[in-house]
């Protein structure tokens, strides 16, 4: 029988919604200072202040407060990235890349610890139709880029190039990124000449 990954049930109330974050923020606390061998249910809730039975209300599992980590951790990502596109709408192809592959990899920037473990629970865990949910929404972003510089690139396959760019950029960073100790700088700007290599 698979192990279920969904939360039990979702805070629909002020109080419900403030426990379940607190939960998920101690979660990343403990991951952030003792690496997976620390993730334990009993230490997280007592971490966020809420009794073991309150934390299992909302994830019956380990695995599913991990998948919660993931949301978590995909969607500022999301959000970084459509901030980075936006805030250097005037500048050339060069730049914007760069912008884009910094913002990608921000999650290793504020803690490297953490995202290592997450990027090894993203591979481990089920999970590729929520990762793929947002890739395609990654996509979207990268679709608009190509829209934007397609005189400076060569012709590509905009429904491939969604899905390799974000790929190509992810496969870079982890190879330095989760380094120990980790190689930002060099993960940024190897990143950044892949994907000037594949546009142009």
């Keep these: 029988m698979p ?4 939360p039990r049930k979702a805070p629909r109330q002020a109080r419900a919604l403030v426990t379940h974050d607190a939960i998920v ?3 990343a606390h403990i991951i952030a200072q003792g690496g997976l061998a620390a993730f ?10 809420v009794s073991i039975g309150s934390l299992y209300q909302y994830f019956p599992n380990k695995d599913a ?4 980590l993931i949301h978590r951790q995909q969607a500022r990502q999301l959000e970084a990235l459509t901030a ?3 805030r250097v709408s005037g500048e050339n192809l060069e ?6 592959v910094r913002a990608a990899m921000q999650h290793h920037h504020d803690d490297s610890l953490l995202a290592s473990a997450i990027d090894h629970e993203e591979a481990r865990l089920p999970i590729d139709s929520i990762l793929n949910g947002y890739l395609d929404r990654g996509g979207a972003l990268v679709a608009a880029l190509l829209a ?8 590509l396959d905009a429904d491939h190039a969604e899905r390799t760019l974000p790929a190509l950029v992810r496969a870079v ?4 990124a989760n380094l120990s100790p980790p190689r930002l700088d060099v993960a940024e700007d190897e990143a950044v000449r892949a994907v000037l290599g594949y546009l142009r």
């Design 3 to 6: 192990v279920p990954l969904s």
């Design 25 to 27: 923020e101690a979660a």
């Design 40 to 49: 334990n249910t009993n230490v997280v809730a007592g971490r966020a202040g």
């Design 65 to 68: 407060l991990m998948v919660a």
């Design 84 to 86: 980075a596109v936006s």
């Design 95 to 100: 730049t914007v890349i760069r912008a884009v």
């Design 148 to 155: 934007r510089f397609a005189r400076e690139i060569r012709p």
């Design 173 to 176: 960073t982890d190879a330095w």
